[in-house]
Structures are given as C-alpha cells and as structure tokens.
C-alpha cells in the first residue's frame, strides 16, 4: 500500500486547479496516506521545494483561480542531471508515488522520469486547451470558454452600435476547442481554428453574403494558432482583398482566459478527477492520465494522451455555417 505521495502543478495553469489539489490532499488524508505539495512544477522537485500539506492546506481554495503550488514550464527536468536531482529530493521525502496536474509536457516528463527512476505517476489534465485524448473535458476549459463568451457578448454590443466587423482571437495553439464553444455560444458568424482550414476566400464570401443580407456586423472567432495566421494577420489578410470600405477591429482575449473564479463544472470536473488520481496511484496505475468520458472515470496511459489527437467535432464547425446564415 502506498503511504506518500506528491502533488504538483506544471505547464500553463488553468482554473480549477486548486480544487484539484484539494480533491488530492483531501482524497489522501481520507485513506491515511501521507500527502506532500511541490511548488513550480519539476522546478520545485529540483530544488527540494516540498512541504506536507494537510487538510488544512487546502482550506478555502476551492473557488480560487491560478494554483497554489504555482506552476513552470522546466527546462531543467529535460536535461538527465535536472532528474537526477528530482529524484534523490523525491528520495529525502520518501515520496512513492505522483500525482501531476498539467499536460502533454507534463505527461511526458513524467513517462522519462517514470523510465529512469521508476517513480509512478497519475496525471491529471489541467489546461484550458482542452487538447489531451483521454478525457472529454480537461480542468479549467469550462472557465476559459465562459471567460471568452463573456468577452464576446461585450464585443458584439460595441461591434453592432458601430456597425464593424470584430476579429476576436481566443487562446489555443494547436486547439480550436475554446474557438468553437465560445464562437458557438457567442454567435460568431465564423470560427477559424487550427484543426480544420478555413481559406481567407471563404472568410471573405461569408462576410459578402452578410453583407448583402444587410448584416451590419459580424463577429470572427479565431483560436490563435489557426493555419491563416492570428486574428491580427487573419484581419490584414481581408483588408488587403476586399475593395469595399469595412471597419474591421483586432480583439487578442489572451492570458485573461487562463485566470478567474472556477465554473462549477470545473470545480466538480477536477474534484473528481483529483480523487480518481490517488484512487488510480493506490490501485497500482502508473503512466496514465485520469479521465471522464461519459461521465465514467477513465485510466488512459500517457504514451496515448500524449501521441494520440483528440479531434474537434467537426459538425461544430458545420453548425456555425449553418446558424450564421
Ligand atoms: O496550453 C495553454 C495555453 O494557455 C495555450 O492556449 C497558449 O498558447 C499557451 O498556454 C500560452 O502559454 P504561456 O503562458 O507560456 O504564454
């Protein structure tokens, strides 16, 4: 029976975290094991940055945004000594066992970590992305597509007193799944994400049959790594091909996306999925991220979180045409 283990957060942080390491600590004081918090990610196992926590750690963070054990991006973990190091710190504590609350960088540092020293570990998804297979909803994209919907209803007031077409550019490098909800919700007339090209020509005929429908304003959705470029470039692009005189303004949502309050889907998401993560580590799961699909808990090695996509709906997309008309 494992008796310590860690939490840590890693990547880019996403609301709902902090109710995922409550779920942990929690989870873990209830079946009698002992439960440490490490702080900045791999950062923080390299520089022995761990305490005990205790129920009362987590007091009152439930509805809070960010993480309490902050979180990094490692370069040092990457390196064999960065490890090295983890692992004689993790060693000092006794810690046998992990439970990771990131992403696909996270999970694959983990997998090495696992290799060499084999240390097992139970990830859980946490990015507003919404990127990782294995899972239908990761911990903090519920919050994030609110915060951009919200964004949305208040562009369109100003978008329609003025009668200008809005390029609104939501977060998602490889991943159009914030683009697609909050365009959906928000009444976007088009959603541009990186999955699926949408060529600037057809961009340009949607706007031209709004037009001639007397539509005053328009609303474009575009996840920043879509393949025509930024909202800012997708914008230049149209200026420079049309011939008629249009009022286009650039909106960038950003980093506002990754903070603020928890939804309570993501409150109730990472609960559970911070519970199932050290129910997973005490019934022998190593390598694997803890998912819902169907509302099921589900273990999902990290070798397929990490190499397998998970699609967009693509009938999403086809619903925006549709809806738009
Ligand atoms: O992976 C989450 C995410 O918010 C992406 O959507 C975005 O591209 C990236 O992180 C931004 O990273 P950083 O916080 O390092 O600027």
Request: proline fraction near 3%; aromatic fraction near 8%; charged fraction near 15%.
């Given at each position: 029976m494992i008796k310590k283990i860690a939490v840590f957060t890693s990547g880019g942080?996403?609301?709902?975290?902090?109710?995922?390491?409550?779920?942990?600590?929690?989870?873990?004081?209830?079946?009698g094991?002992?439960?440490?918090?490490?702080?900045?990610?791999?950062?923080?196992?390299?520089?022995?940055?761990?305490?005990?926590m205790t129920s009362h750690s987590v007091s009152n963070i439930i509805q809070r945004g960010g993480t309490i054990l902050k979180s990094a991006r490692s370069k040092e973990f990457m390196t064999k000594e960065g490890r090295q190091k983890a692992f004689e710190q993790l060693q000092?504590?006794?810690?046998?066992?992990?439970?990771?609350?990131?992403?696909?960088?996270?999970?694959?540092?983990?997998?090495?970590?696992?290799?060499?020293?084999?240390?097992?570990?139970?990830?859980a998804p946490g990015t507003i992305d919404n990127d990782l297979f294995g899972t239908d909803y990761t911990i903090g994209y519920d919050t994030a597509v609110n915060t951009a919907l919200e964004a949305i209803d208040k562009i369109r007031d100003t978008a329609d007193s003025h009668d200008r077409v809005f390029?609104?550019?939501?977060?998602?490098?490889?991943?159009?799944?914030?683009?697609?909800?909050?365009?959906?919700?928000g009444g976007a007339e088009?959603?541009?994400?990186?999955?699926?090209?949408?060529?600037?020509?057809?961009?340009?005929?949607?706007?031209?049959?709004?037009?001639?429908?007397?539509?005053?304003?328009?609303?474009?959705v575009v996840a920043e790594g879509d393949e025509e470029g930024n909202a800012a470039e997708v914008a230049e692009k149209i200026k420079s091909r049309v011939d008629i005189d249009i009022d286009i303004?650039?909106?960038?949502?950003?980093?506002?996306?990754?903070?603020?309050?928890?939804?309570?889907?993501?409150?109730?998401?990472?609960?559970?999925?911070?519970?199932g993560a050290v129910e997973g580590l005490?019934?022998?799961?190593?390598?694997?991220?803890?998912?819902?699909?169907?509302?099921?808990?589900i273990y999902t090695p990290f070798r397929d979180t990490i190499r397998l996509p998970k699609p967009?709906?693509?009938?999403?997309?086809?619903?925006?045409?549709?809806?738009?008309?």
């Open positions: 942080d996403a609301p709902g975290m902090n109710a995922c390491i409550r779920a942990v600590v929690r989870t873990s004081m209830y079946y094991i002992e439960v440490y918090g490490i702080r900045r990610g791999y950062n923080g196992m390299i520089a022995g940055d761990i305490y005990q000092k504590f006794g810690i046998e066992g992990l439970v990771a609350i990131g992403g696909n960088g996270t999970f694959t540092g983990a997998t090495i970590f696992y290799d060499e020293y084999g240390i097992p570990t139970v990830g390029f609104i550019e939501v977060m998602g490098r490889d991943s159009g799944y914030i683009a697609i909800q909050s365009g959906i919700a088009i959603v541009m994400v990186p999955e699926v090209l949408t060529p600037i020509t057809e961009v340009i005929e949607t706007l031209k049959q709004g037009w001639n429908r007397s539509k005053s304003s328009s609303i474009i303004r650039v909106t960038t949502l950003g980093h506002i996306q990754r903070g603020g309050i928890p939804t309570a889907y993501d409150r109730i998401l990472a609960s559970r999925l911070g519970l005490m019934n022998g799961h190593k390598n694997v991220m803890v998912g819902i699909i169907n509302n099921e808990i967009i709906n693509e009938d999403m997309l086809r619903m925006v045409k549709i809806l738009s008309t």
